[in-house]
């Protein structure tokens, strides 16, 4: 149980261009869907935090017309990185929680390189 | 603001050496201290949830313990397989979790 599934695992772009990644919950409703950056040997910083039908909430620093979150449904939460630049290559991860826990359930990651 | 700080940053084990990880936190209403496993290139794994001082759980060769200002991973007889960055977290507010840098464990055979 408790399974959390991102798409694309690796996605490689041209500068300028923008990147959709999927975040799926396979087996539970996620009411709050999360969305992290992590830099090589560093840990993750949270970027948003989604609840499904209300608009994302940001951290502080984070752009919110560059990385679009849409939490349109209980089991999918989509980052849109727009107009993507190389200093946006990272790995981003999402997490999944459902109403009632306190556990956050992270996805497999996605492998972002700007060119 | 909350922080998290884990040592070692790096930690070489040889197998069936036993030895613990530590992650201490700043102590302002914690309200719950998550323990998690990220191997190279995937998605942190959750392991261990901890409220309150004095409580433990374990799961398989790892056992999880919390004091009123620290929380240790105690590995136990390690196997290589148990390689992976260690990442502790607290959370913060309703959601929010604040992540430690981990500690890579290598355990060599």
């Known amino acids: 149980g408790a399974v959390v599934s991102q798409h694309p695992s690796r996605v490689i772009c041209k500068s300028g261009t923008s990147v959709k990644i999927e975040c799926r919950s396979l087996d539970f409703q996620a009411t709050t869907m999360f969305w992290y950056r992590q830099f090589p040997k560093k840990s993750l910083m949270l970027m948003a935090t989604s609840n499904e039908g209300s608009k994302a909430t940001y951290e502080q620093g984070v752009e919110k017309d560059k990385f679009l979150i849409n939490h349109a449904s209980l089991t999918l939460s989509t980052l849109t990185v727009t107009s993507a630049h190389p200093e946006d290559s990272s790995f981003y991860i999402c997490?999944?929680?459902?109403?009632?826990?306190?556990?956050?359930?992270f996805g497999p990651g996605t492998r972002l390189t700007v060119l | 603001e909350d922080q998290v700080t884990q040592s070692p940053e790096a930690l070489r084990l040889q197998e069936g050496e036993s030895s613990s990880l530590n992650c201490s936190y700043t102590?302002?209403?914690?309200?719950?201290l998550f323990w998690y496993r990220q191997d190279p290139g995937k998605g942190p794994e959750f392991l261990f949830t901890l409220y309150s001082a004095g409580e433990e759980k374990e799961k398989e060769r790892l056992k999880a313990t919390l004091t009123k200002k620290e929380s240790f991973l105690h590995i136990t007889a390690p196997k290589p397989e148990d390689s992976a960055t260690y990442l502790c977290?607290?959370?913060?507010?309703?959601?929010?979790?604040?992540f430690g840098t981990g500690t890579r464990l290598q355990v060599f055979p």
């Open positions: 977290a607290r959370r913060q507010g309703t959601d929010k979790l604040i």
């Open positions: 102590v302002s209403g914690l309200r719950g």
């Open positions: 997490s999944a929680r459902t109403s009632g826990s306190n556990e956050q359930f």
